[in-house]
T-cell receptor
């Protein structure tokens, strides 16, 4: 089991609220990622980070923002939640092993916006 | 366009039986292919990872094969158990970026019945 944690695991919130999804890892990995996954669909990369003070947008456009002030912490923020943001959000971190990067996933946050 | 296609979309088998899941990809340049197991409401967990030069890899009752020429992979599960019920996701990484970008299939939902 990888040492990557996400909180909360489940969140039900009303439209217009600001929310922050927490992600932390204790493995000292530089690279971290946020994915969005709808039921029965593939994971889509929405944000990634190469290290402290580095953040980039992923393949899927997202209204969320991220920050990376500490190596172990990569929170995702939605300033004003909408029903279209309802989804599962997965955080991951990776380390290089040989010629590949092994990604470790957190348990996910199931977000429902009413 | 880099894509990963999986079949079947869902599969039901009886406990103790074997099954094989398929994955076709068009990701180029190819770096490696992974199979992940994702339990409902959890993050994906890596089962196997294969590079270009590997054509088979086992992890307990799970055996993955890779044909890099035809760009196909399979995951064979032997003597299935109830705990094998999960989504199995094929993930391909390209060699073109330092990020280790991953391309995800939609998964095969496996249900094992007693």
């Amino acid at each position: 089991e990888a040492d990557i944690y996400q909180t909360p695991r489940y969140l039900v919130i009303g439209t217009g609220k600001k929310i922050t999804l927490e992600c932390s890892q204790t493995m000292g990995h530089d690279k971290m990622y946020w994915y969005q996954q709808d039921p029965g669909m593939e994971l889509h990369l929405i944000h990634y980070s190469y290290g402290v003070n580095s953040t980039e947008k992923g393949d899927l456009s997202s209204e969320s923002t991220v920050s990376r002030i500490r190596t172990e912490h990569f929170p995702l923020t939605l300033e004003s939640a909408r029903p279209s943001h309802t989804s599962q959000y997965l955080c991951a971190s990776s380390e290089r092993t040989g010629d590949t990067y092994e990604q470790y996933f957190g348990p996910g946050t199931r977000l429902t916006v009413t | 366009k880099n894509q990963v296609e999986q079949s079947p979309q869902s599969l039901i088998i009886l406990e103790g039986k074997n099954c094989t899941l398929q994955c076709n990809y068009t990701v180029s340049p190819f770096s490696n292919l992974r199979w992940y197991k994702q339990d409902t409401g959890r993050g994906p967990v890596s089962l196997t990872i294969m590079t270009f030069s590997e054509n088979t890899k086992s992890n307990g009752r799970y055996t993955a094969t890779l044909d890099a020429d035809t760009k196909q992979s399979s995951l064979h599960i032997t003597a299935s158990q109830l705990s094998d019920s999960a989504s199995y996701i094929c993930v391909v990484s390209d060699r073109g970026s330092t990020l280790g970008r991953l391309y995800f299939g939609r998964g095969t939902q496996l249900t094992v019945w007693p």
